[in-house]
């Protein structure tokens, strides 16, 4: 089971980036699928959600309008559009399924810089 995340980078406040989650080792095609993003000295937590039929369940309050969650079965990866990005997004995301459990495994994230 692995999760490799890509996607990231550095860019100005007002760019967007396009990040991708590929999940290996099993099909994650029934899986709620998550993006979470975790900033230094700060807890993990999640920003975004979606369902199986990729309808999108959940946006953390600070993302919505911005951030847009999709997902391709077929190919078992999971995206997330940030458009408009503020410096505050600044983070490693990171995606996983639904629920975390005490034996979730997490990959390496990748890392979003956004200067002002």
């Known amino acids: 089971v692995q999760l490799v995340e890509s996607g990231g980078g550095l860019v100005q406040a007002g760019g967007s980036l396009r990040l991708s989650c590929v999940a290996s080792g099993r099909a994650y095609n029934t899986d709620i699928m998550a993006w979470f993003r975790q900033a230094p000295g700060e807890e993990r937590y999640s920003v975004a959600r979606?369902?199986?039929?990729?309808?999108?369940?959940y946006y953390r309050d600070s993302v919505e309008g911005r951030f847009t969650i999709s997902r391709d079965n077929a190919k078992n990866t999971v995206y997330l559009q940030m458009d408009n990005l503020k410096p505050e997004d600044t983070a490693v995301y990171y995606c996983n399924k639904l629920p975390l459990s005490a034996t979730t495994i997490w990959g390496q994230g990748t890392q979003v810089t956004v200067s002002s």
């Open positions: 979606i369902d199986w039929k990729g309808k999108p369940l």
